[in-house]
C-alpha cells in the first residue's frame, strides 16, 4: 500500500505524475471535439420504476419509515456534538466523523442515490419533531405561522451565500480539524432549519435556504433515481392536488412541489410524503440512466446557473487550498498566501479572505466574458444572460466529478482514520472496540487514487460536452 | 441555440474553451502535492 509522504510532520500527498497529468488533458480534448459536434445521439430513456416490487412499495408508504432512517442519523450527530463540545480536544471523533466520512461520502451518496441526504437528514429530524410533535403520523396542525416565504427570497441566493460562508470558515479557520468549531456549526445548521421552520410554511427553509439541500439538488439530476409520476395524465386529472395539498395520509409537499410538473431533482427531497398522499397510487420511484435530467433541463434559472458556476470555482478551490500553491506549510515559500501577506501585510486570514474572493470572481467574470463573446459572434437575437443560464448546467458535471475526485481522495487516504476513534470518540482513554493505537492502511493506494481521479475528471467532462452540444 | 452554420460553430468556440479549461484546472490541482487533513488532526 502506497502512503503519503510527510515533510515537516506535514503529510503530503504527491500530486498525479505527469503522464497522467498529460493523459487527462489529451482525453479532455479529445472528447471535446468527438462529442460536441457528433450528431444524432441516441439516448437510453427507459425506467424502473422500484415501487413494482412489493416490498419496497409496502416500505415506501409506511410513516415511521424515515423516522427509522432518520433517527440513528440524529444519533450520531448527537454524538458529534457531544464529542466535539466537551470531549478532548485532540482526540475526537467530530472533525473525522463530519468533514471525511460525511461531507466526503455525500457526493458519493449523490451520484448513486440522489437527495438521499435528504431523507435522513438529522436537522430535518429535529425541525420535523419540534413543530409537527409527532414521530411520524400526520399532524394538519404543527407549530408555525405559516408565513409565506419573502417573494424576493424565492431563489436559491441564500443557499449560494451560506455555501460561501461555510466555505470560508471550512477552509480560513481550518474548521475541519477543530472538534469544538465543527460541533457549532453544527448547533449552527441546527437552528438555520429549525427557526424558519416555526415561521414559514411547509419546510422553506430546504427549498431556498439549505446549502446541502440546493447543492444536492443541483447534483442529484446527475443520480440514476427520481420520484416522478407514473401517468401525467392522472396527474391532469387529478383535482385535489394531495401531492401539493396534503391530507391525512401524507404532508404536503415540503418544498412545494406538484408532481404534474415534476421533471427534475432540483427541489425534491425524497421525503417519500407523495407516496403517501396520492389517492391514485401514481407516484413512482424510478431507477433511470444517469444525467437523465440534465442532458434535459427544461427550466433552466438564473439563480441555479450562478451556483453551477460557484460550485464549481469553490470545489477547485477545496483542491488548490491544499496545495503548497496556495499555502507553503512545509518551508515557507512562496505561495498565493504568502505573497497576498506580503502585499497587504494584515494577517494570514485577511490574505485567505481575499484570496478566496479572487478565485471566486475570476472564473466567474472569465465565463460571463466567454458568453458575451459567444453571443457577439453568433450575433442574433439570444443574450449573454441567456448563454450564461442555458451553458452553466454543462459546468454541474464538471463541478460534480471533480468533488467526488477530491472527496474520493479524502476518503481513501483519510477514512480509516476514524477506526481507532471508534474506540475512544470522545479522547476520554476508552478503547471499546480494541482498535486504540493501532494503524490501518487506507482504503485505496496512491496510484488507484491518481488514476480514479483522472477517469472522474474526463467522465464529468464528458457529460458536460454532452449537456453543451444540447443546449 | 445558436442555429447551424459555420457561424454558430464558431459561436460555441468560447464555451467549449471554458468547458476544457475548467477540466484542465481540475487536472492541474490534481497534479500538485497535498496537505493532507491528517497533518492537521
Known amino acids: 500500500m502506497d502512503c503519503c509522504e510527510v515533510k515537516d510532520g506535514i503529510h503530503m500527498m504527491p500530486g498525479n505524475p505527469d503522464w497522467m497529468f498529460f493523459t487527462g488533458i489529451g482525453l479532455t480534448l479529445l472528447v471535446s471535439f468527438l462529442l460536441y459536434f457528433k450528431k444524432n445521439d441516441r439516448r437510453i430513456t427507459s425506467r424502473f420504476d422500484l415501487t413494482k416490487i412489493r416490498f419496497i412499495e409496502w416500505l415506501i408508504k409506511k410513516r415511521w419509515v424515515q423516522f427509522a432512517f432518520q433517527l440513528p442519523l440524529f444519533l450520531l450527530f448527537v454524538i458529534i456534538l457531544y464529542a466535539g463540545l466537551f470531549g478532548n480536544q485532540l482526540i475526537n471523533i467530530a472533525p473525522a466523523l463530519t468533514w471525511t466520512i460525511w461531507w466526503g461520502g455525500l457526493i458519493f451518496a449523490i451520484l448513486f442515490l440522489g437527495k438521499i441526504w435528504c431523507f435522513v437528514c438529522p436537522w430535518d429530524f429535529i425541525a420535523s419533531l419540534v413543530s409537527r410533535l409527532r414521530f411520524w403520523n400526520v399532524n394538519k396542525d404543527p407549530i408555525s405561522l405559516n408565513l409565506k416565504w419573502p ?13 460561501i460562508i461555510l466555505t470560508w470558515l471550512e477552509l ?13 456549526m453544527g448547533i449552527a445548521m441546527t437552528l438555520l432549519v429549525v427557526f ?28 440514476p433515481i427520481e420520484i416522478r409520476a407514473k401517468s401525467h395524465d392522472v396527474c391532469l386529472s387529478c383535482k385535489s392536488k394531495d401531492c401539493y395539498n396534503g391530507n391525512d395520509n401524507g404532508y404536503a409537499c415540503p418544498t412545494g412541489l406538484n408532481l404534474t410538473g415534476l421533471n427534475e431533482n432540483t427541489y425534491c427531497i425524497m421525503c417519500t410524503e407523495c407516496f403517501k398522499s396520492c389517492p391514485k397510487d401514481n407516484v413512482a420511484l424510478n431507477i433511470r440512466p444517469f444525467a437523465s435530467d440534465i442532458l434535459d433541463y427544461r427550466k433552466p434559472r438564473l439563480d441555479e446557473a450562478v451556483l453551477a458556476v460557484i460550485l464549481l470555482s469553490l470545489t477547485s478551490f477545496h483542491g488548490l487550498s491544499m496545495t503548497p500553491v496556495w499555502e507553503d506549510l512545509t518551508s515557507g515559500g512562496v505561495s498565493i498566501i504568502s505573497t497576498l501577506n506580503t502585499f497587504f501585510g494584515l494577517g494570514s486570514l ?29 450575433h442574433n437575437e439570444i443574450t449573454t444572460k441567456e ?69 472522474f475528471v474526463v467522465i464529468g467532462h464528458i457529460i458536460g460536452i454532452k449537456i453543451a452540444a444540447k443546449a | 441555440m445558436f442555429g447551424k452554420g459555420a457561424k454558430s460553430f464558431v459561436a460555441q468556440l468560447p464555451l467549449l474553451f471554458a468547458m476544457v479549461l475548467f477540466s484542465f484546472i481540475s487536472l492541474w490541482i490534481m497534479h500538485l502535492d497535498m496537505n493532507m487533513r491528517s497533518s492537521l488532526m
Open chain 1, 151 to 163: 417573494k424576493y427570497a424565492r431563489n436559491i441566493t441564500l443557499a449560494i451565500g451560506l455555501f
Open chain 1, 172 to 184: 480560513g479557520y481550518k474548521v475541519t480539524s477543530d472538534p469544538f468549531a465543527t460541533a457549532i
Open chain 1, 196 to 223: 424558519p421552520i416555526f415561521i414559514f410554511e411547509k419546510k422553506s427553509f430546504c427549498r431556498y435556504g439549505c446549502l446541502v439541500g440546493r447543492i444536492s439538488g443541483l447534483y442529484a439530476n446527475v443520480a
Open chain 1, 350 to 378: 485577511f490574505s485567505f479572505s481575499v484570496g478566496m474572493a479572487g478565485i471566486l470572481l475570476v472564473p466567474f467574470l472569465l465565463y460571463i466574458f466567454l458568453c458575451f463573446l459567444s453571443h457577439k459572434i453568433a
Open chain 1, 387 to 455: 448563454i450564461f443560464v442555458r451553458f452553466s448546467y454543462s459546468l454541474i458535471p464538471i463541478a460534480l466529478f471533480y468533488h467526488l475526485a477530491h472527496n474520493g481522495m479524502h476518503v481513501a487516504m483519510e477514512g480509516q482514520m476514524v477506526l481507532p476513534l471508534l474506540s475512544d470518540p470522545f479522547g476520554f482513554g476508552w478503547n471499546l472496540f480494541g482498535t486504540v493505537g493501532q494503524t490501518y492502511p487506507m482504503l485505496l493506494g496512491d496510484t488507484t487514487v491518481w488514476i480514479l481521479q483522472v477517469i
